[in-house]
């Protein structure tokens, strides 16, 4: 069983920056790949980045220059760097992660980003 716990959200204003972890139970490098999604009230949620076993990433092109998604193998945690931030992303951050075929899902963290 996968658990993902996320933590780093909070209420910031325009420009300004936040750091979103998500420690994982056991050892993150099983993994296929672990993302960052988001969604905004009304919206669909939608991927921000996803960082591969490999160490490749890829990244939602509205937050591209601005977000940063990293990952600590001997802490079992990712990381998402958020500089920048607009009101646009405010939302529910959510962690996620790929283990064979199956799909984990942590229970998310508010960001709010007041212009």
């Known amino acids: 069983q996968v658990q993902l716990v996320e933590s780093g959200g909070g209420l910031v204003q325009a420009g300004e920056s936040l750091r979103l972890s998500c420690q994982a139970s056991?050892?993150?490098?099983?993994?296929?790949?672990m993302g960052w999604y988001r969604q905004a009230p009304g919206k669909q949620r939608e991927l921000v980045a996803r960082?591969?076993?490999?160490?490749?990433?890829n990244s939602a092109d509205s937050v591209k220059g601005r977000f940063t998604i990293s990952r600590d193998n001997a802490k079992n945690s990712l990381y998402l760097q958020m500089n920048s931030l607009k009101p646009e992303d405010t939302a529910v951050y959510y962690c996620?992660?790929?283990?064979?075929?199956?799909?984990?899902w942590g229970q998310g963290t508010q960001v709010t980003v007041s212009s």
């Open positions: 996620n992660a790929l283990l064979r075929s199956n799909y984990y």
């Open positions: 056991g050892t993150i490098s099983r993994f296929n790949s």
């Open positions: 960082i591969f076993s490999s160490g490749s990433t």
